[in-house]
């Protein structure tokens, strides 16, 4: 698997929701002892613990949870994305998003499971520094 240097290193990553992301991280980072890795704008923040990471995400206020915007899903790295989302039709998963390239390196899928939560499965396909694409490692 490629490194890239716009995605903690971990394999599994929990993706949260809330409405003010720099309040969020700040909070979590304070109370249990996570650290800013990146930060995205405003809307969004990679946070690192050990060799595990959460990402947080903008969700909009008053917001909990909708169908079409979740406020948790899991993001899991994996070797070849256009593969696994291959397998994960054939076994009838339900794809939200095909498999997509984006400019921070990574290409990936979302698809929901049985019981309605978000998956979305990334391959890096570049190393690609943060500043590059307006991200701004801590």
Known sequence: MIE?????????????GYEEVAQASAWLCDTFGFK?????????????FGDGAVILTQRPAGQAFAADLASHSVHVRVADVDQH?????????????APESY????????VVDLGGHRWTFS????????????????
Request: aromatic share 4%.
């Open 4 to 16: 890239n240097r716009s995605v903690p290193l971990a394999t599994i990553i929990p993706v949260l």
């Open 36 to 48: 800013e890795r990146l930060r995205i704008a405003s809307h969004r923040a990679q946070l690192v």
């Open 85 to 97: 989302c291959a397998h994960a039709r054939q076994r009838g998963a339900k794809i939200l998003q």
């Open 103 to 110: 400019p921070f390196g990574e290409r990936q899928y979302t």
């Open 123 to 138: 391959q890096s396909i570049a190393d690609v520094a943060p500043e590059d694409w307006g991200g701004q490692l801590r």
